[in-house]
């Protein structure tokens, strides 16, 4: 092996990254992916994403929020994943606390581990978190209008996680980021690249912002409602455009949204969230074709149908989410279950498999032998 | 599907682009009263870098016979003095001209002094928050609280047999004084403006990008602040000017044979029942520099105003 590895690198083979210099690497884990992130070839590990009993809670004067309740899934390289959920299920939070973004105070991440690509980044110390933002992590944000900075062209700030993470020259960084612009589709890209975002529309802003996610060519992309605040049609291309480069660069994906059907163009697999935790876990057709948890069937059946009689009003499920503020030992959907069973209001059931592989359910009813079928 | 990328080829046209400070200095150049502001203050600048050469006399040329037929000083328009002399003879224009050099100094240097402490101070509180926000406010409510001009007296009297003291004629020294006292306004104002950028959206943008907070507050928070900022410089000059010529009235900072604007007054107070020219000259300057900077900044504050936007 240690002869293969230094013919390796005699051949010229693994390149070598330069790590930014105001890093202070700390923390034993820190050393590990100092040494992963300075030989690309690696693949230390069997999935790139372990999520583990991860709980993160806000501390606020009313009480402690639950908002992400001991949650565990994994996540292949190149895959893409899906978070489904109302608002304020947790799906954001669980997206923050990927890369310990979480605001503190009031929130922490309490407990759980977090393994991507083999290191535990909740070892890390705050400094060398930030050898993975950005790197190795790209984050697109909900509204384009506001997560651009306004006073910097967008060039600049396409270009300066380059700086950051790749040691690159301003020259040879002005050159990726024009590169850049033009793959997420802007024309002229060479031109725009002193514009501010003001003089970019929504949609094209929006591109800016994948632009800089996958500046450094990550292998997570987090894409958190990438087009909730976009118009219908940009929507499909801005997905299309995540799509595309995601299978390009052969970047995983985890897609945040509350839109069934986009979760269902665009995932392999699905986790559906509710209150903190999640209820339905499995490949994007179990999810949508044989539900077995009765949220899901009450999201899928809120969608508006093309066969809609006219004038029909839009199906919803009952009730509101429950506060999470010291959820109780039941089922956090019990209240609103139209299924709803004595058990359900005494224990919370565990997220167990059902008939098909990685189908993962958290239902009393339908768990073999229940009343739900 | 692929070819989705291409679709907004075709609507953009050649357009040349217009950055944020240009679209601030179209709404600025509408305004009247900042025109003519700015007109003052650039006339201003020109009189204080190039008096020496423009003035009629040199500042500190006396002529006492000239003096003697009127037993004291000269008045306004008369033996080519425009605004006559003092009653050592000495040409009043030319001395003003080379009070505008000081009061132009001191503008400048204070409002130096008032960044250099202002906004770090501010940055820092507004940016960390908790305790640090806590200490370095309470620190400033301690400066704010302190009498403005005793504490500039203090200063001068304590530092004046240092090399600091010397220079610039002592001049320096009185300026940093004023300056020390002034950077409330500004860190307060720093620190708002941070609180309030630093839960946007787009620093959380810089965040997950892995820009450290130095970066953050530096590239991505000030430059936002920046309009703010200015506004508060240019309106806080006439308070350092005004400072300045109290100063010098107290008999503080410019020394014989130099005098600014204060000292002028000062000294023509003595003469205001029969040559008031020699108080209302100087006053004249001072509130002429004091308004037009004051124009100016309102001007500014309109034209960066974001909030006023489309407004007109």
């Given at each position: 092996m240690t002869v293969t590895d230094d013919q390796d690198r005699a051949a010229g083979g693994p390149a070598v990254t330069e790590l930014p210099e105001d890093i202070t690497i700390a923390t034993e884990e820190g050393r590990?992916?100092?040494e992963q992130l300075q030989d690309e070839s690696s693949r230390h590990a069997r999935k790139l994403l372990e999520v583990k009993n991860l709980s993160t809670h806000f501390f606020t004067s009313d009480g402690v929020v639950h908002a992400v309740d001991d949650i565990s899934f994994e996540l292949d390289y190149g895959e893409t994943l899906g978070l489904v959920g109302e608002s304020?299920?947790?799906k954001s939070v669980t997206a923050l606390s990927l890369t310990r973004l979480v605001p503190n105070p009031p929130g922490r991440i309490v407990s759980g581990e977090i393994i991507f690509d083999g290191v535990n980044i909740m070892k890390l110390s705050g400094e060398e978190m930030r050898l993975l933002r950005g790197k190795r992590i790209g984050f697109i944000f909900q509204d384009p209008m506001t997560s651009l900075n306004p006073t910097l062209t967008v060039g600049y700030q396409i270009a300066e996680s380059t700086r950051i993470h790749m040691g690159l020259s301003r020259k040879a960084a002005d050159d990726r980021a024009a590169e850049l612009l033009s793959k997420v589709g802007i024309p002229r890209a060479r031109d725009r690249m002193s514009d501010y975002p003001h003089q970019f529309s929504g949609g094209m802003r929006q591109r800016v912002m994948i632009a800089i996610a996958l500046a450094c060519d990550p292998m997570l992309l987090l894409a958190d409602e990438p087009t909730t605040a976009l118009d219908v049609t940009i929507q499909a291309q801005i997905l299309e455009l995540i799509r595309s480069l995601s299978d390009e660069f052969g970047t995983a994906v985890i897609l945040i949204t509350h839109d069934l059907g986009i979760a269902a163009g665009m995932?392999?697999?699905?986790?559906?969230?509710?209150?903190?935790?999640?209820?339905?876990?499995?490949?994007?057709?179990?999810?949508?074709?044989?539900?077995?948890m009765p949220y899901a069937w009450g999201l899928l059946d809120s969608l508006p149908r093309l066969d809609e009689q006219k004038g029909a009003r839009l199906r919803t499920i009952e009730g509101l989410p429950p506060d999470l503020i010291n959820p109780g030992p039941e089922c956090r959907f019990s209240p609103r279950c139209p299924y709803v069973r004595d058990i359900c209001r005494t224990t919370e059931p565990e997220l167990s498999p059902r008939e098909e592989e990685g189908h993962l359910a958290r239902c009393h009813g339908t768990e073999p032998g229940g009343w739900i079928q | 599907m692929a070819t989705q990328t291409q679709v907004l080829e075709a609507p953009v046209a050649t357009r040349k682009s217009s950055g944020l400070w240009r679209d601030a200095f179209g709404r600025l150049v509408k305004n009247r009263l900042a025109i003519v502001g700015l007109i003052l203050v650039a006339l201003f600048a020109l009189v204080a870098l190039f008096g020496p050469w423009l003035a009629p006399y040199p500042y500190q040329q006396q002529d006492v016979a000239a003096t003697a037929p009127y037993h004291g000083p000269i008045p306004p328009l008369t033996d080519g003095h425009v605004l006559g002399t003092d009653e050592l003879g000495r040409d009043l224009l030319s001395r003003i001209m080379d009070g505008a050099q000081i009061s132009f100094a001191v503008a400048m240097v204070v409002q130096i002094v008032v960044l250099i402490i202002g906004i770090p101070i501010g940055a820092l509180a507004g940016w960390f928050g908790g305790r640090m926000d806590n200490y370095l406010m309470r620190f400033t409510d301690v400066i704010y609280a302190f009498p403005d001009l005793l504490f500039i007296i203090i200063l001068t009297v304590a530092f004046r047999e240092t090399w600091f003291g010397r220079a610039l004629d002592g001049l320096l020294l009185v300026f940093v004084?004023?300056?020390?006292?002034?950077?409330?306004?500004?860190?307060?104002?720093?620190?708002?403006?941070l609180l309030s950028l630093k839960e946007t959206e787009f620093v959380e943008a810089a965040k997950a990008i892995g820009v450290r907070d130095r970066g953050i507050v530096s590239r991505h928070l000030l430059p936002n602040a920046i309009g703010p900022v200015i506004v508060a410089i240019t309106l806080g000059i006439p308070g350092a000017i005004l400072a300045e010529a109290t100063l010098a009235f107290l008999g503080i900072g410019a020394q014989a044979p130099r005098a600014s604007?204060?000292?002028?007054?000062?000294?023509?107070?003595?003469?205001?029942?029969?040559?008031?020219?020699?108080?209302?000259?100087?006053?004249?300057?001072?509130?002429?520099?004091?308004?037009?900077?004051?124009?100016?900044?309102?001007?500014?504050?309109?034209?960066?105003?974001?909030?006023?936007?489309?407004?007109?």
């Amino acid at each position: 092996m240690t002869v293969t590895d230094d013919q390796d690198r005699a051949a010229g083979g693994p390149a070598v990254t330069e790590l930014p210099e105001d890093i202070t690497i700390a923390t034993e884990e820190g050393r590990r992916l100092a040494e992963q992130l300075q030989d690309e070839s690696s693949r230390h590990a069997r999935k790139l994403l372990e999520v583990k009993n991860l709980s993160t809670h806000f501390f606020t004067s009313d009480g402690v929020v639950h908002a992400v309740d001991d949650i565990s899934f994994e996540l292949d390289y190149g895959e893409t994943l899906g978070l489904v959920g109302e608002s304020g299920c947790g799906k954001s939070v669980t997206a923050l606390s990927l890369t310990r973004l979480v605001p503190n105070p009031p929130g922490r991440i309490v407990s759980g581990e977090i393994i991507f690509d083999g290191v535990n980044i909740m070892k890390l110390s705050g400094e060398e978190m930030r050898l993975l933002r950005g790197k190795r992590i790209g984050f697109i944000f909900q509204d384009p209008m506001t997560s651009l900075n306004p006073t910097l062209t967008v060039g600049y700030q396409i270009a300066e996680s380059t700086r950051i993470h790749m040691g690159l020259s301003r020259k040879a960084a002005d050159d990726r980021a024009a590169e850049l612009l033009s793959k997420v589709g802007i024309p002229r890209a060479r031109d725009r690249m002193s514009d501010y975002p003001h003089q970019f529309s929504g949609g094209m802003r929006q591109r800016v912002m994948i632009a800089i996610a996958l500046a450094c060519d990550p292998m997570l992309l987090l894409a958190d409602e990438p087009t909730t605040a976009l118009d219908v049609t940009i929507q499909a291309q801005i997905l299309e455009l995540i799509r595309s480069l995601s299978d390009e660069f052969g970047t995983a994906v985890i897609l945040i949204t509350h839109d069934l059907g986009i979760a269902a163009g665009m995932c392999n697999r699905v986790n559906v969230m509710y209150a903190g935790r999640i209820v339905e876990t499995g490949s994007v057709d179990v999810i949508f074709e044989n539900p077995r948890m009765p949220y899901a069937w009450g999201l899928l059946d809120s969608l508006p149908r093309l066969d809609e009689q006219k004038g029909a009003r839009l199906r919803t499920i009952e009730g509101l989410p429950p506060d999470l503020i010291n959820p109780g030992p039941e089922c956090r959907f019990s209240p609103r279950c139209p299924y709803v069973r004595d058990i359900c209001r005494t224990t919370e059931p565990e997220l167990s498999p059902r008939e098909e592989e990685g189908h993962l359910a958290r239902c009393h009813g339908t768990e073999p032998g229940g009343w739900i079928q | 599907m692929a070819t989705q990328t291409q679709v907004l080829e075709a609507p953009v046209a050649t357009r040349k682009s217009s950055g944020l400070w240009r679209d601030a200095f179209g709404r600025l150049v509408k305004n009247r009263l900042a025109i003519v502001g700015l007109i003052l203050v650039a006339l201003f600048a020109l009189v204080a870098l190039f008096g020496p050469w423009l003035a009629p006399y040199p500042y500190q040329q006396q002529d006492v016979a000239a003096t003697a037929p009127y037993h004291g000083p000269i008045p306004p328009l008369t033996d080519g003095h425009v605004l006559g002399t003092d009653e050592l003879g000495r040409d009043l224009l030319s001395r003003i001209m080379d009070g505008a050099q000081i009061s132009f100094a001191v503008a400048m240097v204070v409002q130096i002094v008032v960044l250099i402490i202002g906004i770090p101070i501010g940055a820092l509180a507004g940016w960390f928050g908790g305790r640090m926000d806590n200490y370095l406010m309470r620190f400033t409510d301690v400066i704010y609280a302190f009498p403005d001009l005793l504490f500039i007296i203090i200063l001068t009297v304590a530092f004046r047999e240092t090399w600091f003291g010397r220079a610039l004629d002592g001049l320096l020294l009185v300026f940093v004084a004023i300056g020390i006292t002034s950077w409330i306004t500004m860190a307060r104002l720093v620190r708002g403006q941070l609180l309030s950028l630093k839960e946007t959206e787009f620093v959380e943008a810089a965040k997950a990008i892995g820009v450290r907070d130095r970066g953050i507050v530096s590239r991505h928070l000030l430059p936002n602040a920046i309009g703010p900022v200015i506004v508060a410089i240019t309106l806080g000059i006439p308070g350092a000017i005004l400072a300045e010529a109290t100063l010098a009235f107290l008999g503080i900072g410019a020394q014989a044979p130099r005098a600014s604007w204060g000292s002028l007054i000062d000294d023509g107070r003595d003469f205001i029942r029969g040559d008031p020219h020699l108080v209302f000259f100087p006053a004249l300057a001072v509130a002429i520099a004091l308004l037009s900077f004051t124009f100016l900044g309102d001007g500014l504050r309109d034209a960066l105003d974001p909030k006023l936007k489309g407004k007109q």
